[in-house]
């Protein structure tokens, strides 16, 4: 009885595991990527730069990172106004301004500062990438697509823009195309897990299970991953793990999730439910309930 019931339970995890997994990429599916405050750039609580900071638009920033963002606008005009500024500086505080409007929700305004950064400096592929990812976030995917291209065919060594150009071709659903900028973009700076993670979700529309597994571990060991990715992607390596029958590693990676988030509460249900000889008498109770 005891056996029977062990293999029924196992096989109740598994399925409501798999079920776990499969609704989370629908999910993703149809929205087509994360909300833009999960990117890899975005370290928790910062906001991301254009590169090459505008030199003195930092009390703006400050005021951008507190949320008031009619006032960092605001800031943003005054410097705009300053006489004799260069093309490049005059460009960098178009786009900062520009995403200020998109955080306040102004679009109109956000995509006018992202076309005239564009006529400033028409040769910079940043000023494409920024207008680019925009679009993408916005769900103008052939707008998104066509920027990221000129800035892809001007300058074929940055990894963000083939980067971008794959979560274009996983929009898409061109998933064989979208590996190949992934790769792409992960052969010129392997450093960034996000890379990987949306790789791995590509492997995994496509049924290929262990290079999903590949991807997502590279993501878990990478140098430049966000809280946010590092859990989904522990998180589809233990689903991987289970489903091969590795219950020992895909309890590792629940714990490891527990470890970065224990609020996580689908997460600690999992690893209780792989190892629950590892709890207090009154938590096994809990979980056996």
């Keep these: 009885m005891d056996n029977a019931l062990q293999n029924w339970r196992a096989t109740a995890i598994g399925t409501l595991l798999l079920l776990a997994f499969l609704i989370a990429l629908a999910l993703i599916e149809r929205a087509g990527y994360w909300p833009e405050f999960l990117e890899s750039r975005y370290v928790l609580g910062k906001i991301p730069q254009p590169s090459g900071m505008c030199g003195f638009s930092y009390d703006a920033l400050n005021v951008v990172l507190s949320k008031r963002y009619d ?11 300053e006489p004799g500024l260069g093309a490049e500086t005059a460009a960098c505080l178009l786009r900062e301004r520009a995403r200020a409007y998109g955080l306040a929700g102004q679009d109109l305004e956000a995509e006018r500062d992202y076309s005239a950064a564009v006529d400033l400096l028409p040769d910079d592929p940043d000023v494409y990438r920024d207008r680019g990812r925009f679009y993408f976030h916005r769900d103008r995917i052939e707008l998104a697509e066509l920027d990221f291209d000129r800035g892809f065919s001007a300058a074929p060594d940055d990894w963000h823009l083939a980067y971008w150009l794959g979560r274009v071709k996983i929009k898409q659903d061109e998933l064989d195309p979208a590996i190949e900028f992934l790769t792409k973009a992960a052969d010129l700076d ?4 996000v890379i990987f993670v949306w790789r791995g979700y590509a492997h995994a529309r496509m049924y290929s299970e262990q290079n999903a597994y ?8 990478s140098e430049d991953i966000s809280k946010y990715y590092l859990k989904y992607a522990l998180y589809q390596r233990a689903a991987i793990n289970y489903n091969l029958g590795k219950h020992d590693l895909a309890y590792e990676d629940f714990v490891q999730i527990v470890e970065l988030d224990p609020d996580y509460k689908d997460a600690s249900q999992w690893r209780d439910w792989l190892d629950p000889d590892r709890l207090d008498p009154d938590r096994r109770s809990q979980v056996e309930q």
């Design 71 to 81: 006032e960092a606008i605001s800031l943003y005009t005054e410097q705009l106004s």
């Design 214 to 221: 590949d991807d997502y571990t590279l993501a878990i060991n």
């Design 190 to 193: 392997p450093s960034h897990g």
